[in-house]
């Protein structure tokens, strides 16, 4: 378990690596992003390192503070012709400690709270972070290659449409 107020307070710096192995919910959102391939599902890693700040007012309170950097390349892929699109994420964030946050911690929309109560652990942290920054969708934006090669195979929906009008 890492000791954020220990951190903060010393000012010092943890940094590690993870596999998708201890990130079940990445891997769940990749899954549902179409990402299939097994070997860049196991190859993945995140880079993280959590360092202590000296300590932020915030409306007349002082907090203990924290510094979170996040690095990956997630193995995205086109939505719509699956051909890959890795995405480099290079992710920081700013925590200040405390159990209850104050209003003007809340009105701040640079540093996020890390509830000191709950045991929340660094992979949790990061995966947080990553699924927050994760696009909600990924696509070529141009038309993608293999779908214009199809293209001329299938029926133009408005031609089918005339068609059906000319039928009448
Ligand atoms: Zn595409």
Not at 47 to 66: E, I, K, T
Not at 87 to 100: I, P, V
Not at 139 to 153: I, N, R
Request: glycine share 4%; with cysteine; aromatic share 6%.
């Amino acid at each position: 378990m890492v000791r954020y107020q220990e951190l903060a307070r010393q000012q010092k710096k943890i940094e590690g690596e993870l596999m998708l192995s201890s990130l079940p919910r990445l891997h769940e959102a990749l899954q549902e992003l179409g990402v299939s391939d097994a070997g860049a599902l196991s190859a993945l890693r995140v880079q993280y390192q959590v360092r202590g700040l000296p300590p932020r007012y915030f409306g007349g309170v002082s907090l203990p503070m924290l510094a979170l950097a996040v690095q990956s390349e997630l193995p995205l892929v086109c939505q719509r012709c699956f051909a890959p699109m890795p995405q480099a994420m290079d992710l920081q964030f700013e925590f200040a400690l405390c159990d209850e946050p104050p209003e003007a911690l809340l009105e701040d929309e640079q540093v996020d709270w890390l509830d000191t109560q709950e045991e929340t652990s660094v992979e949790s942290l990061v995966e947080d972070e990553l699924l927050m920054a994760l696009p909600i969708a990924v696509m070529h934006e141009e038309a993608c290659t293999d779908l214009q090669q199809t293209a001329g195979d299938k029926p133009n929906p408005f031609a089918v449409l005339k068609q059906l009008k000319l039928d009448k």
